[in-house]
């Protein structure tokens, strides 16, 4: 059963991602984190990915259980969001080179630490996400029950 609280777990993070990147262009420093050139398409893009994400929750709560479908959705909607991350910060198109050229780390590039922890953070957590949804379909289809988010019962 994929409940209200999942539902709500489910929305808050790309809802809060859709803020903050919108809210960065004009807020928090001087120089926006993100590079403001992506506007003409890659930060729309992101923002249509997140709505996408939000109807996904939508749909998985109407659905009301997991499935193999739902997997692969979700999948889809990771390789969405992943391939692009991960090409924009590998190839240094990601953060606002203003702001990185703000940033005073000693002898560390910041450009490059802040690189590599994006990259693998991204990676990490879209094969995190899929592998959990992965692991929820396969329970609820052997009938197993599943971990409701905020819940520690087993």
């Known amino acids: 059963m994929v409940g209200l609280g999942q539902l709500a777990a489910g929305l808050v993070g790309p809802v809060l991602l859709m803020v903050a990147l919108i809210l960065q ?4 420093t001087r120089e926006p984190v993100l590079d403001p050139a992506n506007w003409r398409f890659w930060w729309p893009f ?3 990915v997140l709505v996408l994400e939000c109807a996904y929750q939508i749909w ?3 659905r009301g259980t997991w499935t193999h479908t ?8 990771g390789v969405l969001a992943t391939v692009p991350l991960v090409w924009l910060l590998a190839g240094h198109h990601f953060y606002n080179p203003a702001f990185i050229a703000g940033l005073d780390w000693g002898d560390a590039d910041p450009l490059t ?7 693998v953070v991204v990676i990490a957590v879209a094969v ?3 592998a959990e949804v992965a692991v929820r379909a396969e329970r609820a289809r052997r009938g197993l029950a599943t971990q409701e988010p905020g819940s520690w019962a087993r």
């Not at 739902?70 to 909607?77: D, F, K, P, Q």
């Open 70 to 77: 739902v997997t692969l959705v979700n999948a889809a909607l």
């Open 46 to 48: 992101f923002l249509a």
């Open 113 to 119: 630490w802040l690189t590599d922890i994006g990259v």
């Open 60 to 62: 998985l709560h109407r």
């Open 25 to 28: 262009q004009f807020t928090f």
């Open 128 to 130: 995190w996400d899929v």
